[in-house]
Every structure is written in C-alpha cells, then in structure tokens.
C-alpha cells in the first residue's frame, strides 16, 4: 500500500497537469463556436486532422467539465 504521502504527490501532480495544460489546450482548440460540441480529431500543436466530432467525446468532456 502506498503512503499517504506519495498518494497526495501524485494527486497534485495530476490536478496540476489537467488545470495546467490537459484542460487548456481541450478548452483552447477543441471548442466549435459556430455549431457547438467539440472537435477531437486533433494534432499535438491542436491543429484539426478531421471535422468529425464522435459522440463518445462529447459525452466525455461534458462529464468531465461538469465536474
């Protein structure tokens, strides 16, 4: 069992890295403002690849914005 310790470290490490760059770069380039929803076919650098928007993302990234 891990301690306590090491369990709160990585779980700041993960909320850092989602408030820091995870949900930024989903905020900042998968977004559709003229037709709603999300894009998620998408490059590193955030550059779309397709216009498909699959139904399982957005399921996923209202769930996780709601949180």
Same mark, same amino acid.
């Given at each position: 069992?891990? &301690?306590a310790a090491t369990v &709160? /470290?990585?779980r700041r490490r993960i909320a850092d890295d989602l408030r820091g760059s995870v949900v930024p770069f989903w905020m900042e380039h998968s977004l559709d403002p003229e037709h709603g929803g999300y894009f998620n076919c998408l #490059? %590193? #650098?955030g550059a %779309?690849? #397709?216009d498909k928007k699959?139904?399982?993302l957005q399921? /996923?990234?209202v769930w996780m914005l709601s949180k």
């Amino acid at each position: 069992m891990p &301690e306590a310790a090491t369990v &709160e /470290r990585w779980r700041r490490r993960i909320a850092d890295d989602l408030r820091g760059s995870v949900v930024p770069f989903w905020m900042e380039h998968s977004l559709d403002p003229e037709h709603g929803g999300y894009f998620n076919c998408l #490059d %590193r #650098d955030g550059a %779309r690849f #397709d216009d498909k928007k699959h139904v399982w993302l957005q399921g /996923r990234q209202v769930w996780m914005l709601s949180k």
